[in-house]
């Protein structure tokens, strides 16, 4: 249902499938002085984690075939061909319905808590305007278990100095309907539900 919708709405987008563990990382900071040829930017890895850069993990004991989409400067734009805000990824699974879970990632590389509040934010900012892409497409349904994750993979959880509340989690679900995690990995119990 999911993968459906997407390559009837963003045909663009490329969709990968993996049944193992994945490891997203974004190297676009640390090679951005590069020659052009030698620049990268959001990479997936399965089942074997990259060894030069840190990264977020979606743990997949299930062995569950998962769809992913890495986002770049042409995944959504405005009509006058402007770059929108996004995220970096999105994961799902490969055969889903309308109680399948849908995961957006954002990464954000900082080693300085002191710059956590401000980067948080902002990757929160970019989680949610892309769920909004999807979500006005009618990509996913109300129904199914939508997953809005900011990670800051140089730093152990719980990140320092920025916090959600139990209160506000749960305010965010009852009035967006979204579950949003600051993690450096989620572990997939089934096509339904991440465990976070």
Known sequence: MIKTKITSNFPHHIITTKDDDIHIADYTESTKNLPAHLRRSVEIFSPT????NNYFTIKNSSKLDLDNIIFDHSSFVRSNG???SQCESCS???VSNSDSWILFLELKYSNNPNRNKQNLKKAIKQLVKTRGYYSTNSTFLTS???YLIASLPLQTEPFANFALTQDL???IKIKYNFIL???NSVEVLDKSILLV
């Open 49 to 52: 984690p990259p060894t030069d």
């Open 82 to 84: 402007s770059t929108l």
């Open 92 to 94: 799902f699974p490969s």
């Open 144 to 146: 199914n278990n939508c």
């Open 169 to 171: 989690i749960s305010r």
């Open 181 to 183: 995690r600051l993690k």
